[in-house]
């Protein structure tokens, strides 16, 4: 099995990751009931700080006072190059099994299904279903490296 270290493990980042940070960058600064209103996928205070103090460990948001955060020094990377693939490579260096994801695609499309057996099977992920390689999924597509028809994924 491959060895894979990484950061502070993000469990679930924001759905639309991109536009969460597009928010923060044209806002200047909010705060996490904002956050809430950004992040659809936000439920509570709790989750909002939590994923505010995620990218925050990536270096995507800098607090500024106790509950407000503004762009990061990453995040204003991010924003001068425009790049997604810039965006990944943050998020690869906390999420497990994730620039695999791509990688194994550019094989063959994979079924959502096929890449969850590789995260089983080859990399000792413990998960029950698919949700975790569709967020992932769809964080990839965010950044330009897959697209996804039904449940196929296709290397960009």
């Not at 990484?6 to 705060?31: D, F, I, K, Q, T």
């Not at 503004?70 to 204003?76: L, M, Q, R, S, V």
């Not at 497990?96 to 992920?125: H, N, T, W």
């Not at 390689?133 to 965010?142: E, I, K």
Request: hydrophobic letters at 40%; one cysteine or more.
């Amino acid at each position: 099995m491959p060895e894979t270290v990484r950061a502070r493990s993000m469990y679930n980042p924001p759905g639309n990751l991109r536009a969460c940070l597009e928010h923060v960058m044209s806002e200047g600064n909010v705060s996490i009931d904002r956050w809430m209103n950004i992040d659809e996928t936000c439920k509570s205070r709790y989750t909002a700080l939590s994923r505010m103090r995620q990218l925050h460990d990536m270096g995507l948001l800098v607090f500024d006072g106790h509950d407000r955060a503004k762009i990061g020094p990453a995040g204003i990377t991010y924003a001068n190059l425009g790049d997604g693939s810039f965006l990944a490579g943050i998020l690869a260096q906390s999420i497990s099994f994730f620039l695999e994801i791509p990688e194994l695609c550019r094989e063959r499309p994979r079924s959502i299904r096929e890449l969850l057996d590789v995260a089983k099977k080859q990399y000792g992920m413990t998960w029950k279903g698919q949700r975790q390689v569709y967020a992932r999924v769809c964080w990839l597509a965010q950044c330009g490296l897959v697209r996804r028809e039904d449940s196929i994924v296709h290397a960009i």
